[in-house]
């Protein structure tokens, strides 16, 4: 819960950036939906760490600490965008956005399931029933969403290679 808060965090980042960054309408109305079921996951997230007196995280992005021969190592967790790709999507604007925003959350979104599998996977995880439902919920949201944004980046880069064809019409 911990680590996908900051997950989350990075996803709500990504898709606020749409509407001053020339998104398309499709785009900007995903990165509504985005905004709105990451944060009620959050709160959600913050709430059951709450309720076992666990700490709560900030939703901020932040890399994973991790302790390797006796040295604290950062890590992003599975689908989160470097700092690079983040600088270059802030610094797309229309089209060269959308495209970069979709592949961008289709990589976020991957990572999110990869984390939701092992999570699943992992024997005795995920006997209490809220985290069940939880991560079967994150698993079939993103997955469908991860459909919708092929199809969207499938349309934006047809469109942009007609637009550039010499048989196109202005």
Request: glycine residues 6%; charged residues 15%.
């Amino acid at each position: 819960m911990t680590h996908m808060i900051s997950h989350h965090a990075q996803a709500i980042v990504m898709a606020t950036m749409a509407p001053t960054h020339g998104a398309s309408a499709a785009v900007q109305t995903l990165c509504g939906r985005i905004i709105n079921a990451q944060h009620d996951e959050i709160v959600l997230m913050q709430n059951w760490l709450r309720d076992r007196n666990q700490p709560v995280p900030e939703a901020k992005p932040m890399p994973m600490k991790m302790v390797m021969n006796g040295q604290v190592m950062e890590m992003l967790m599975p689908g989160m965008l470097s700092d690079e790709q983040m600088k270059q999507l802030d610094a797309a604007h229309g089209t060269d956005f959308d495209k970069l925003f979709l592949r961008g959350m289709i990589q976020h979104h991957q990572g999110a399931i990869a984390m939701v599998q092992q999570l699943l996977g992992t024997p005795g995880a995920a006997q209490d029933e809220a985290v069940f439902k939880f991560a079967n919920n994150v698993n079939v949201d993103q997955n469908t969403e991860i459909h919708r944004m092929q199809q969207m980046l499938l349309v934006t880069e047809l469109e942009t290679h007609t637009a550039g064809s010499p048989n196109s019409k202005p």
